[in-house]
Protein backbone atom coordinates (compact mmCIF):
# COMPACT_ATOMS: atom_id res chain seq x y z
CA UNK A 1 0.00 0.00 0.00
CA UNK A 2 1.59 3.17 -1.61
CA UNK A 3 2.28 5.96 0.97
CA UNK A 4 0.24 8.22 -1.22
CA UNK A 5 -2.41 6.87 -1.32
CA UNK A 6 -2.44 7.26 2.08
CA UNK A 7 -1.72 11.09 1.63
CA UNK A 8 -4.91 11.97 -0.67
CA UNK A 9 -6.76 9.76 1.80
CA UNK A 10 -5.90 11.96 5.02
CA UNK A 11 -6.25 15.31 2.49
CA UNK A 12 -9.84 13.97 1.59
CA UNK A 13 -10.76 13.64 5.49
CA UNK A 14 -9.56 16.73 6.23
CA UNK A 15 -11.14 18.65 3.35
CA UNK A 16 -14.87 16.61 4.20
CA UNK A 17 -13.93 17.29 8.06
CA UNK A 18 -13.77 21.12 7.00
CA UNK A 19 -16.33 21.26 5.22
CA UNK A 20 -18.21 19.77 7.72
CA UNK A 21 -17.21 21.97 11.03
CA UNK A 22 -19.04 25.34 8.37
CA UNK A 23 -21.94 22.84 7.77
CA UNK A 24 -22.69 22.90 11.35
CA UNK A 25 -21.72 26.23 11.80
CA UNK A 26 -24.19 27.66 9.78
CA UNK A 27 -27.01 25.38 11.27
CA UNK A 28 -26.20 27.38 14.43
CA UNK A 29 -26.28 30.23 13.11
CA UNK A 30 -29.59 29.36 11.36
CA UNK A 31 -31.02 28.67 14.49
CA UNK A 32 -29.35 32.22 16.32
CA UNK A 33 -30.60 34.28 13.69
CA UNK A 34 -33.71 34.31 15.36
CA UNK A 35 -33.42 36.91 17.77
CA UNK A 36 -35.97 36.69 20.23
CA UNK A 37 -36.44 32.55 20.56
CA UNK A 38 -33.64 30.98 18.53
CA UNK A 39 -33.36 28.37 21.37
CA UNK A 40 -37.05 28.09 22.17
CA UNK A 41 -37.86 24.74 21.42
CA UNK A 42 -35.95 21.32 22.42
CA UNK A 43 -35.78 20.42 18.38
CA UNK A 44 -34.27 23.73 18.11
CA UNK A 45 -31.61 22.94 21.30
CA UNK A 46 -31.17 19.61 20.51
CA UNK A 47 -29.58 20.14 17.39
CA UNK A 48 -27.66 23.03 18.32
CA UNK A 49 -25.71 20.44 20.92
CA UNK A 50 -25.59 18.34 18.02
CA UNK A 51 -24.02 20.45 15.85
CA UNK A 52 -21.51 21.80 18.50
CA UNK A 53 -21.00 18.29 18.98
CA UNK A 54 -20.05 17.60 15.11
CA UNK A 55 -17.60 20.65 15.39
CA UNK A 56 -15.54 19.44 18.25
CA UNK A 57 -15.65 15.97 16.16
CA UNK A 58 -14.73 17.31 12.74
CA UNK A 59 -11.95 19.21 14.25
CA UNK A 60 -10.33 16.22 15.77
CA UNK A 61 -10.41 14.96 11.76
CA UNK A 62 -9.14 18.34 10.94
CA UNK A 63 -5.89 18.41 13.14
CA UNK A 64 -5.02 15.47 13.94
CA UNK A 65 -2.85 14.42 11.35
CA UNK A 66 -0.83 18.20 11.93
CA UNK A 67 -1.25 18.28 15.39
CA UNK A 68 0.31 14.73 16.57
CA UNK A 69 3.83 14.56 17.35
CA UNK A 70 6.27 14.86 14.86
CA UNK A 71 9.11 11.90 15.88
CA UNK A 72 5.98 9.23 15.36
CA UNK A 73 7.53 7.23 11.83
CA UNK A 74 3.93 6.53 11.12
CA UNK A 75 2.66 10.14 10.52
CA UNK A 76 2.48 11.49 7.38
CA UNK A 77 1.33 15.30 8.51
CA UNK A 78 2.48 15.70 11.95
CA UNK A 79 4.18 18.67 13.42
CA UNK A 80 2.85 18.41 17.09
CA UNK A 81 4.09 16.84 20.19
CA UNK A 82 2.17 14.95 22.39
CA UNK A 83 0.54 17.45 24.35
CA UNK A 84 -1.27 18.84 21.37
CA UNK A 85 -2.42 15.10 20.30
CA UNK A 86 -3.60 14.91 23.80
CA UNK A 87 -5.33 18.39 23.48
CA UNK A 88 -7.23 17.75 20.41
CA UNK A 89 -7.75 14.14 21.39
CA UNK A 90 -9.82 15.61 24.12
CA UNK A 91 -11.94 17.51 22.06
CA UNK A 92 -12.01 14.52 19.71
CA UNK A 93 -13.72 12.42 22.37
CA UNK A 94 -16.34 14.86 24.08
CA UNK A 95 -17.42 15.28 20.32
CA UNK A 96 -17.28 11.79 19.34
CA UNK A 97 -19.58 10.62 22.92
CA UNK A 98 -21.95 13.61 22.42
CA UNK A 99 -22.56 13.06 19.04
CA UNK A 100 -23.49 9.32 20.25
CA UNK A 101 -26.01 10.80 22.49
CA UNK A 102 -27.24 13.91 20.81
CA UNK A 103 -28.39 11.57 17.98
CA UNK A 104 -30.19 9.22 19.95
CA UNK A 105 -31.77 12.19 21.93
CA UNK A 106 -32.86 13.45 19.09
CA UNK A 107 -34.69 10.30 17.65
CA UNK A 108 -36.18 9.67 21.49
CA UNK A 109 -37.53 13.40 20.90
CA UNK A 110 -39.23 12.49 17.66
CA UNK A 111 -40.72 9.20 19.18
CA UNK A 112 -41.94 11.30 22.58
CA UNK A 113 -43.60 14.54 20.54
CA UNK A 114 -45.07 12.01 17.91
CA UNK A 115 -46.38 8.15 19.52
CA UNK A 116 -46.61 10.34 22.58
CA UNK A 117 -48.05 13.42 21.82
CA UNK A 118 -45.61 15.09 24.79
CA UNK A 119 -45.64 18.71 24.65
CA UNK A 120 -42.42 20.52 24.05
CA UNK A 121 -43.07 22.56 27.35
CA UNK A 122 -43.61 19.09 29.47
CA UNK A 123 -40.68 17.68 27.28
CA UNK A 124 -38.28 20.69 28.29
CA UNK A 125 -39.55 20.38 32.17
CA UNK A 126 -39.52 17.00 32.87
CA UNK A 127 -36.41 15.39 30.63
CA UNK A 128 -34.72 17.60 28.47
CA UNK A 129 -32.49 19.19 31.29
CA UNK A 130 -31.74 16.02 32.84
CA UNK A 131 -30.57 14.72 29.79
CA UNK A 132 -28.62 17.69 29.30
CA UNK A 133 -25.83 16.94 32.27
CA UNK A 134 -25.75 13.68 31.94
CA UNK A 135 -24.63 13.40 28.40
CA UNK A 136 -22.08 16.53 29.33
CA UNK A 137 -21.06 14.67 32.22
CA UNK A 138 -20.38 11.54 31.09
CA UNK A 139 -18.71 12.97 27.59
CA UNK A 140 -16.25 14.95 30.70
CA UNK A 141 -15.30 11.93 32.43
CA UNK A 142 -14.05 10.26 29.80
CA UNK A 143 -12.11 12.62 28.42
CA UNK A 144 -10.50 13.78 31.73
CA UNK A 145 -9.86 9.91 31.83
CA UNK A 146 -8.55 8.98 28.73
CA UNK A 147 -5.93 11.95 29.30
CA UNK A 148 -4.93 10.85 32.67
CA UNK A 149 -4.60 7.41 31.92
CA UNK A 150 -2.05 8.37 29.16
CA UNK A 151 -4.51 7.25 26.38
CA UNK A 152 -5.00 9.47 23.75
CA UNK A 153 -2.12 8.72 21.31
CA UNK A 154 -1.81 8.61 17.12
CA UNK A 155 -3.62 6.18 15.36
CA UNK A 156 -3.49 4.65 12.26
CA UNK A 157 -0.53 6.76 10.48
CA UNK A 158 -1.26 9.93 12.50
CA UNK A 159 -4.77 9.73 11.13
CA UNK A 160 -6.23 10.38 14.51
CA UNK A 161 -5.46 11.61 17.61
CA UNK A 162 -7.63 8.71 19.93
CA UNK A 163 -7.95 6.15 22.30
CA UNK A 164 -4.89 3.69 21.91
CA UNK A 165 -1.43 2.98 22.45
CA UNK A 166 1.54 4.33 21.54
CA UNK A 167 3.43 3.14 18.69
CA UNK A 168 -0.11 1.87 17.30
CA UNK A 169 -0.99 -1.44 17.93
CA UNK A 170 2.23 -2.09 20.08
CA UNK A 171 0.30 -4.47 22.62
CA UNK A 172 0.02 -6.89 19.74
CA UNK A 173 3.38 -6.82 18.05
CA UNK A 174 5.71 -8.68 20.49
CA UNK A 175 8.79 -7.01 19.27
CA UNK A 176 7.39 -3.69 19.91
CA UNK A 177 7.43 -1.73 23.39
CA UNK A 178 4.77 0.40 24.38
CA UNK A 179 5.82 3.79 25.19
CA UNK A 180 2.31 5.03 26.10
CA UNK A 181 -1.37 3.95 26.64
CA UNK A 182 -0.25 -0.49 27.11
CA UNK A 183 -2.05 -0.17 30.82
CA UNK A 184 -5.42 -1.93 31.76
CA UNK A 185 -6.98 1.79 31.42
CA UNK A 186 -6.61 2.13 27.84
CA UNK A 187 -8.59 -1.24 26.66
CA UNK A 188 -11.15 -0.49 29.42
CA UNK A 189 -11.64 2.93 28.05
CA UNK A 190 -11.90 1.13 24.47
CA UNK A 191 -14.38 -1.31 25.69
CA UNK A 192 -16.86 1.50 26.71
CA UNK A 193 -16.24 3.64 23.63
CA UNK A 194 -17.41 0.47 21.56
CA UNK A 195 -19.68 -0.79 23.94
CA UNK A 196 -21.48 3.07 23.58
CA UNK A 197 -21.66 2.37 19.80
CA UNK A 198 -22.86 -0.83 20.06
CA UNK A 199 -25.99 0.12 22.50
CA UNK A 200 -26.41 3.69 20.68
CA UNK A 201 -27.08 1.64 17.76
CA UNK A 202 -29.67 -0.87 19.30
CA UNK A 203 -31.60 1.76 21.04
CA UNK A 204 -31.98 3.23 17.55
CA UNK A 205 -33.32 0.59 16.13
CA UNK A 206 -35.88 -0.44 19.07
CA UNK A 207 -37.08 3.31 19.14
CA UNK A 208 -37.67 3.24 15.06
CA UNK A 209 -39.28 -0.16 15.62
CA UNK A 210 -41.30 1.87 18.24
CA UNK A 211 -42.12 4.71 15.41
CA UNK A 212 -42.63 2.46 12.38
CA UNK A 213 -45.22 0.17 14.60
CA UNK A 214 -47.16 3.54 15.21
CA UNK A 215 -47.22 4.78 11.60
CA UNK A 216 -47.85 1.61 10.26
CA UNK A 217 -51.88 2.09 13.06
CA UNK A 218 -51.79 5.00 11.88
CA UNK A 219 -52.08 4.06 8.17
CA UNK A 220 -54.03 1.44 9.38
CA UNK A 221 -56.76 3.76 10.99
CA UNK A 222 -56.67 5.97 8.42
CA UNK A 223 -57.24 2.80 5.29
CA UNK A 224 -60.79 2.26 6.73
CA UNK A 225 -62.92 5.60 6.11
CA UNK A 226 -65.94 3.81 6.64
CA UNK A 227 -65.64 2.79 9.95
CA UNK A 228 -64.14 6.16 11.03
CA UNK A 229 -66.66 7.99 9.34
CA UNK A 230 -69.89 5.99 11.20
CA UNK A 231 -67.55 6.66 14.66
CA UNK A 232 -67.20 10.18 13.65
CA UNK A 233 -70.94 10.34 13.26
CA UNK A 234 -71.66 8.73 16.39
CA UNK A 235 -69.71 11.24 18.19
CA UNK A 236 -70.40 14.21 16.69
CA UNK A 237 -74.56 13.14 17.34
CA UNK A 238 -73.29 13.53 20.74
CA UNK A 239 -72.06 16.58 20.16
CA UNK A 240 -75.24 18.03 18.66
CA UNK A 241 -77.59 16.96 21.57
CA UNK A 242 -79.13 20.06 21.83
CA UNK A 243 -80.16 19.95 17.56
CA UNK A 244 -81.86 16.42 18.45
CA UNK A 245 -83.74 18.10 21.66
CA UNK A 246 -84.94 20.92 19.56
CA UNK A 247 -86.32 18.07 17.09
CA UNK A 248 -88.00 16.16 19.25
CA UNK A 249 -89.49 19.43 21.28
CA UNK A 250 -90.50 20.52 18.10
CA UNK A 251 -92.34 16.94 17.51
CA UNK A 252 -94.32 17.76 20.54
CA UNK A 253 -95.34 21.15 19.62
CA UNK A 254 -96.60 19.43 16.09
CA UNK A 255 -98.70 16.64 18.49
CA UNK A 256 -99.75 19.33 20.80
CA UNK A 257 -100.86 21.80 17.65
CA UNK A 258 -102.68 18.58 15.72
CA UNK A 259 -104.42 17.81 19.00
CA UNK A 260 -105.31 21.40 19.84
CA UNK A 261 -106.71 21.89 15.77
CA UNK A 262 -108.86 19.18 16.44
CA UNK A 263 -110.56 20.14 19.24
CA UNK A 264 -111.12 23.26 17.69
CA UNK A 265 -112.10 21.69 14.40
CA UNK A 266 -114.66 19.94 16.27
CA UNK A 267 -115.77 23.00 18.13
CA UNK A 268 -115.98 24.60 15.38
CA UNK A 269 -118.32 21.85 13.60
CA UNK A 270 -120.32 22.21 16.84
CA UNK A 271 -120.98 26.33 16.71
CA UNK A 272 -120.77 26.14 13.01
CA UNK A 273 -124.33 27.24 12.80
CA UNK A 274 -123.37 29.80 15.45
CA UNK A 275 -120.61 31.34 13.87
CA UNK A 276 -119.72 29.44 10.18
CA UNK A 277 -117.18 32.20 8.44
CA UNK A 278 -114.90 32.82 11.75
CA UNK A 279 -114.42 28.92 12.25
CA UNK A 280 -113.75 28.12 8.89
CA UNK A 281 -110.62 31.48 9.26
CA UNK A 282 -109.80 29.62 11.98
CA UNK A 283 -109.34 25.97 10.77
CA UNK A 284 -107.73 27.50 8.02
CA UNK A 285 -104.79 29.40 10.30
CA UNK A 286 -104.55 26.21 12.20
CA UNK A 287 -104.06 23.93 9.34
CA UNK A 288 -101.25 26.77 8.03
CA UNK A 289 -99.86 26.32 11.52
CA UNK A 290 -99.61 22.79 11.19
CA UNK A 291 -97.82 23.26 8.26
CA UNK A 292 -95.37 25.84 9.21
CA UNK A 293 -94.36 23.68 12.00
CA UNK A 294 -93.46 20.82 9.96
CA UNK A 295 -91.22 22.61 7.69
CA UNK A 296 -89.35 23.49 10.90
CA UNK A 297 -88.94 19.88 11.71
CA UNK A 298 -87.71 18.85 8.42
CA UNK A 299 -85.69 21.97 8.43
CA UNK A 300 -83.74 21.36 11.58
CA UNK A 301 -83.39 17.25 10.74
CA UNK A 302 -81.80 18.22 7.21
CA UNK A 303 -79.41 20.52 9.09
CA UNK A 304 -78.48 17.96 11.63
CA UNK A 305 -77.62 15.78 8.93
CA UNK A 306 -75.21 17.94 6.99
CA UNK A 307 -73.64 19.33 10.46
CA UNK A 308 -72.79 15.33 10.89
CA UNK A 309 -71.45 14.89 7.41
CA UNK A 310 -69.00 18.15 7.86
CA UNK A 311 -67.98 16.56 10.74
CA UNK A 312 -67.03 13.13 9.10
CA UNK A 313 -65.27 15.14 6.41
CA UNK A 314 -63.33 17.15 8.84
CA UNK A 315 -62.10 13.96 10.71
CA UNK A 316 -61.39 12.17 7.38
CA UNK A 317 -59.25 15.41 6.50
CA UNK A 318 -57.27 15.54 9.99
CA UNK A 319 -56.85 11.75 9.80
CA UNK A 320 -55.04 12.22 6.42
CA UNK A 321 -53.47 15.80 7.19
CA UNK A 322 -51.88 13.50 10.83
CA UNK A 323 -50.59 10.88 8.88
CA UNK A 324 -49.01 12.65 6.24
CA UNK A 325 -47.16 14.56 8.93
CA UNK A 326 -46.54 11.44 10.73
CA UNK A 327 -44.77 9.64 7.67
CA UNK A 328 -42.44 13.19 7.41
CA UNK A 329 -41.71 13.52 11.11
CA UNK A 330 -40.63 9.73 10.90
CA UNK A 331 -38.96 9.99 7.51
CA UNK A 332 -37.03 12.75 9.34
CA UNK A 333 -35.70 10.74 12.50
CA UNK A 334 -34.64 8.00 9.61
CA UNK A 335 -32.85 10.02 7.98
CA UNK A 336 -30.62 11.49 11.67
CA UNK A 337 -30.43 7.53 11.73
CA UNK A 338 -28.94 6.55 8.75
CA UNK A 339 -26.73 9.66 8.89
CA UNK A 340 -25.28 8.53 12.05
CA UNK A 341 -24.98 4.62 10.86
CA UNK A 342 -22.93 6.42 8.06
CA UNK A 343 -20.71 7.82 10.04
CA UNK A 344 -20.14 5.52 12.86
CA UNK A 345 -20.03 2.49 11.32
CA UNK A 346 -15.89 2.71 9.99
CA UNK A 347 -14.60 3.48 13.96
CA UNK A 348 -16.98 0.90 14.75
CA UNK A 349 -15.60 -1.63 12.70
CA UNK A 350 -12.08 -0.92 13.62
CA UNK A 351 -12.78 -0.81 17.81
CA UNK A 352 -14.37 -4.32 16.59
CA UNK A 353 -11.24 -5.58 14.61
CA UNK A 354 -8.31 -4.40 17.10
CA UNK A 355 -10.56 -5.68 20.20
CA UNK A 356 -11.97 -8.72 18.90
CA UNK A 357 -10.03 -9.77 16.14
CA UNK A 358 -6.23 -8.13 16.92
CA UNK A 359 -6.05 -6.49 13.91
CA UNK A 360 -2.13 -4.65 13.20
CA UNK A 361 -1.98 -1.64 11.04
CA UNK A 362 -4.82 -0.24 9.21
CA UNK A 363 -6.27 -1.43 5.55
CA UNK A 364 -6.37 0.65 2.68
CA UNK A 365 -10.07 0.13 2.80
CA UNK A 366 -10.99 0.90 6.11
CA UNK A 367 -8.93 3.91 6.05
CA UNK A 368 -10.39 5.62 2.92
CA UNK A 369 -14.04 4.22 4.14
CA UNK A 370 -13.18 6.39 7.51
CA UNK A 371 -11.90 9.51 5.36
CA UNK A 372 -14.88 9.48 3.27
CA UNK A 373 -17.73 8.92 5.49
CA UNK A 374 -16.94 9.78 9.04
CA UNK A 375 -16.16 13.48 9.22
CA UNK A 376 -19.49 14.26 7.41
CA UNK A 377 -21.71 14.10 10.05
CA UNK A 378 -22.35 18.19 9.67
CA UNK A 379 -23.06 17.46 5.94
CA UNK A 380 -25.68 15.13 6.45
CA UNK A 381 -27.10 17.18 9.54
CA UNK A 382 -27.46 20.11 7.09
CA UNK A 383 -28.87 18.07 4.66
CA UNK A 384 -31.65 16.79 6.87
CA UNK A 385 -32.07 20.19 9.02
CA UNK A 386 -33.16 22.39 6.02
CA UNK A 387 -35.13 19.32 4.54
CA UNK A 388 -38.58 21.06 5.04
CA UNK A 389 -38.01 24.09 3.68
CA UNK A 390 -36.45 22.86 1.09
CA UNK A 391 -39.58 20.55 0.27
CA UNK A 392 -41.75 23.54 0.11
CA UNK A 393 -39.64 25.81 -1.65
CA UNK A 394 -39.96 23.01 -4.31
CA UNK A 395 -43.72 23.41 -4.18
CA UNK A 396 -42.80 27.63 -5.21
CA UNK A 397 -40.55 27.05 -7.44
CA UNK A 398 -40.36 23.64 -8.98
CA UNK A 399 -37.63 24.44 -11.20
CA UNK A 400 -35.37 26.05 -8.71
CA UNK A 401 -32.35 23.45 -8.20
CA UNK A 402 -32.06 21.77 -5.32
CA UNK A 403 -28.53 23.15 -4.85
CA UNK A 404 -29.88 27.10 -4.98
CA UNK A 405 -32.88 26.61 -3.10
CA UNK A 406 -30.27 24.90 -0.10
CA UNK A 407 -27.91 27.68 -0.54
CA UNK A 408 -30.61 30.76 -0.04
CA UNK A 409 -31.81 28.70 2.72
CA UNK A 410 -28.89 28.66 4.02
CA UNK A 411 -27.56 32.11 4.04
CA UNK A 412 -31.27 33.42 4.68
CA UNK A 413 -30.92 32.22 7.86
CA UNK A 414 -33.67 31.79 10.22
CA UNK A 415 -34.76 28.25 12.58
CA UNK A 416 -36.77 25.58 10.99
CA UNK A 417 -39.00 23.41 12.71
CA UNK A 418 -39.27 19.88 12.98
CA UNK A 419 -41.70 17.52 11.18
CA UNK A 420 -42.35 16.56 14.49
CA UNK A 421 -43.42 19.60 15.85
CA UNK A 422 -45.29 20.33 12.71
CA UNK A 423 -47.59 17.40 13.70
CA UNK A 424 -49.42 16.78 16.30
CA UNK A 425 -52.38 17.87 14.11
CA UNK A 426 -51.50 21.20 13.64
CA UNK A 427 -50.26 23.03 10.31
CA UNK A 428 -47.69 25.73 10.82
CA UNK A 429 -48.81 29.32 9.41
CA UNK A 430 -46.77 32.52 9.79
CA UNK A 431 -49.01 35.54 8.19
CA UNK A 432 -48.01 39.07 8.11
CA UNK A 433 -50.19 42.06 8.33
CA UNK A 434 -47.86 44.88 9.16
CA UNK A 435 -45.98 44.28 11.80
CA UNK A 436 -49.04 41.77 13.35
CA UNK A 437 -48.93 37.84 12.88
CA UNK A 438 -51.93 36.52 12.90
CA UNK A 439 -52.70 32.29 13.85
CA UNK A 440 -54.43 30.69 16.77
CA UNK A 441 -51.65 28.93 18.88
CA UNK A 442 -53.05 25.91 20.98
CA UNK A 443 -52.65 25.92 24.72
CA UNK A 444 -49.90 23.50 24.89
CA UNK A 445 -48.04 23.73 22.29
CA UNK A 446 -44.97 25.76 20.73
CA UNK A 447 -45.56 29.35 20.94
CA UNK A 448 -43.30 31.89 20.14
CA UNK A 449 -43.99 34.82 17.53
CA UNK A 450 -42.96 33.34 14.45
CA UNK A 451 -44.68 30.39 14.37
CA UNK A 452 -48.48 30.66 14.80
CA UNK A 453 -50.36 27.00 14.62
CA UNK A 454 -53.73 26.49 13.19
CA UNK A 455 -56.43 24.27 15.07
CA UNK A 456 -56.77 20.66 14.16
CA UNK A 457 -60.75 22.19 13.14
CA UNK A 458 -58.98 24.91 11.25
CA UNK A 459 -56.67 22.96 8.70
CA UNK A 460 -59.85 19.82 8.51
CA UNK A 461 -62.32 22.52 7.51
CA UNK A 462 -64.07 21.59 3.94
CA UNK A 463 -63.48 24.88 2.85
CA UNK A 464 -59.30 24.35 3.33
CA UNK A 465 -58.30 23.85 0.42
CA UNK A 466 -54.60 21.64 0.07
CA UNK A 467 -53.30 19.58 -1.97
CA UNK A 468 -53.50 15.93 -1.29
CA UNK A 469 -50.03 15.32 -2.97
CA UNK A 470 -47.76 17.83 -1.02
CA UNK A 471 -47.04 17.80 2.76
CA UNK A 472 -49.94 19.65 4.69
CA UNK A 473 -47.80 22.33 6.03
CA UNK A 474 -46.58 25.95 5.26
CA UNK A 475 -43.78 27.35 6.09
CA UNK A 476 -42.61 31.14 5.36
CA UNK A 477 -40.13 31.01 2.64
CA UNK A 478 -41.38 34.30 1.50
CA UNK A 479 -37.65 36.22 1.93
CA UNK A 480 -36.16 32.85 0.08
CA UNK A 481 -38.55 33.17 -3.16
CA UNK A 482 -38.07 36.23 -2.55
CA UNK A 483 -34.23 36.48 -3.18
CA UNK A 484 -34.85 34.19 -5.82
CA UNK A 485 -36.77 35.88 -7.87
CA UNK A 486 -34.16 38.38 -7.66
CA UNK A 487 -31.45 36.56 -8.52
CA UNK A 488 -32.89 35.11 -11.62
CA UNK A 489 -34.55 38.83 -12.50
CA UNK A 490 -31.33 40.31 -12.21
CA UNK A 491 -29.01 37.81 -13.65
CA UNK A 492 -26.59 38.41 -10.50
CA UNK A 493 -25.02 36.08 -8.17
CA UNK A 494 -27.17 34.84 -4.89
CA UNK A 495 -24.19 36.86 -2.95
CA UNK A 496 -24.31 39.85 -5.42
CA UNK A 497 -28.23 40.42 -4.50
CA UNK A 498 -28.05 39.47 -0.77
CA UNK A 499 -25.55 42.05 -0.23
CA UNK A 500 -27.74 45.06 -2.35
CA UNK A 501 -30.53 43.84 0.12
CA UNK A 502 -28.34 44.63 3.11
Partial sequence: MSIASYKAAQIIKCINAFVSCIASTFIMLMILTEPKTGLASPYSRIIFALSISDILFSLGHLLSPFLGPKDNSDALFAIGTTETCEAIGFIFIIGFQCLLFYTLFLTYYFMRRVKYKVTPQNFAKKEEKFFHVIFILIALTLAIAAVVTGSINPQGKGNICGLGTYPPVCDYTPDMVCERGDGKATKVLLTIFGASVIVTFITLIVILVLFTHHVYREERTFTIPAREIGRTVDRSRDYHNEESVEVEQAEENVNEDRNEESVEVEQAEENVNEDRNEESVEVEQAEENVNA??????EIEENVNETEEIDAVRANRKAKNRLVLTKQAFLQSLLYVLAFILVYTPPLTGLILRRFANEKGSPMWKFWLSAL???????????????????KLKETLPNASTFELLTVIVLSGGEIPSMADLLQAITASRHHHGDELQGEVQEGQFEDDRWHYRSEDAISDPSYSSNDSLISYDLDVSSEVELLKRMKESG???????????
Fill in 293 to 298: TEENVN
Fill in 373 to 391: LTPLTGVFNILIYTRPKVL
Fill in 492 to 502: QSLFSVMRQQR
